[in-house]
T-cell receptor, first 113, second 114 residues
Framework: AQSVTQLDSQVPVFEEAPVELRCNYS??????LFWYVQYPNQGLQLLLK??????LVESINGFEAEFNKSQTSFHLRKPSVHISDTAEYFC???????????FGTGTQLKVEL | DGGITQSPKYLFRKEGQNVTLSCEQN?????MYWYRQDPGQGLRLIYY???????QKGDIAEGYSVSREKKESFPLTVTSAQKNPTAFYLC?????????????FGPGTRLTVT
């Protein structure tokens, strides 16, 4: 069964510093992987996704994630965070061809001045 | 504006009462989903529907029921059989049920049962 693990429940970081939010998945077949962002008391918004092809995927607001099959990881990175990036970030995945997403437990990113 | 609406934003009920959460979308999407979010547990799938008049159980369907009589509407009923109903409920939709298509989420309903 597909599972997604986010090891860090909270990540504090200063503004303009780099950040990495970790995500590992378990699967014996090809996967689809996603990162979602949730601002307080709101729904989730898709940040980026990996379906196939290039292992490095980027979002429009400077985040990127790299699909690493050998390490079964899909870590989210940003070279310089802004105070507005403060939110909860969820990694999600599904076995290819499936129609159900499995979510990680989320990582709260807190950007401080 | 196209999107997903969930109402109300906050809902309070007494234990033992059934309650129905509304989810409406005007995106003309075929697939709709209900998730439950609890602190520290991420999102868990309750029910999903890939087409009108059809729906399937997700991972935690016990104590919940749904209907999909119209393409744009996918209401969720939390029954008195649900042992721990207090949670944040999120509705989502996608163009089709295949996960290549992005899921769009509504703003959520926070249900408190006392």
């Amino acid at each position: 069964a597909q599972s997604v693990t986010q090891l860090d429940s909270q990540v504090p970081v200063f503004e303009e510093a780099p950040v990495e939010l970790r995500c590992n998945y378990s699967s014996s077949v090809s996967v689809y992987l996603f990162w979602y962002v949730q601002y307080p008391n709101q729904g989730l918004q898709l940040l980026l996704k990996y379906l196939s092809g290039s292992t490095l995927v980027e979002s429009i607001n400077g985040f990127e994630a790299e699909f690493n099959k050998s390490q079964t990881s899909f870590h989210l990175r940003k070279p310089s965070v802004h105070i507005s990036d403060t939110a909860e970030y969820f990694c999600a995945g599904s076995t290819g061809g499936g129609n159900k997403l499995t979510f990680g437990t989320g990582t709260q990113l807190k950007v401080e001045l | 504006d196209g999107g997903i609406t969930q109402s109300p934003k906050y809902l309070f009920r007494k234990e033992g009462q059934n309650v129905t959460l509304s989810c409406e979308q005007n995106l003309n999407h075929d697939a709709m989903y209900w998730y439950r979010q609890d602190p520290g547990q991420g999102l868990r799938l309750i029910y999903y529907s890939q087409i009108v008049n059809d729906f399937q159980k997700g991972d935690i369907a016990e104590g919940y029921s749904v209907s999909r009589e119209k393409k744009e509407s996918f209401p969720l009923t939390v029954t008195s059989a649900q042992k721990n109903p207090t949670a944040f409920y999120l509705c989502a939709s996608s163009e089709q049920g295949n996960l290549e298509y992005e899921q769009y989420f509504g703003p959520g309903t926070r249900l408190t049962v006392t």
